[in-house]
């Protein structure tokens, strides 16, 4: 990718498989939001929303991988790990001065829809998945400052056999088009490469 960024939009989503360069871009943007710090008072602030959960050794060092070379990146981007309530992080972290990274869509629908364990407890998770959908979009539209969020497209390849895998790929679809509705600019990224699939004002 090149150097040179996009103006930051109110709301961007970028879009790609593993490795496409998703996250990479969001920290670019996250960095030069907050390089733009010195002409402005308050000054600019950079914070991201981890979904991602440890469940093993080693998704556990995958995400302290990544926290370190973020921490490296881009030291200003501060952390915080939101594995459900989306909407509510919104509220309380977003702010005109504030851009708001959520990384990533598709670990928190998983979150919602696949939960690790089978316990009472996370089957009513998947019952409740609509209603936290609607109200993560309400809150986005509200955010008062720029929001970049981060998520997968599952649907190029081959989908596993199994009813709930193919319930999770249409949920994840379904997800992307209503947020992909509300953003001002998507981007799909390939070969770290972007492609702008919507820029509107």
Known sequence: ????????????????????????????????????????????????????????????????????????????????????????????????HTLVVVDCLTLWLTNWRMPFDDSEQNRHLTQDWQAQEAMFLKALQQSPGPVVLVGNEIGLGVIPLGPEVRAFVDALGTLNQRVAQVCTRVTLMAAGLPLCLKESE
């Open 1 to 96: 990718m090149g150097s040179r960024q996009p103006p930051i939009a109110a709301r961007e989503l970028i879009l790609g498989g593993q490795k496409s360069g998703k996250s990479r871009r969001a920290e670019q943007l996250a960095a030069a939001w907050l390089a733009q710090s010195h002409a402005h008072q308050p000054a600019h602030q950079a914070v991201l929303l981890a979904t991602a959960q440890a469940y093993d050794a080693e998704m556990r060092e995958r995400i302290a991988r990544h926290q370190r070379e973020r921490a490296a990146r881009v030291p200003g981007l501060r952390t915080a790990e939101v594995a459900h309530d989306l909407a509510g992080a919104l509220a309380v972290h977003s702010n005109a």
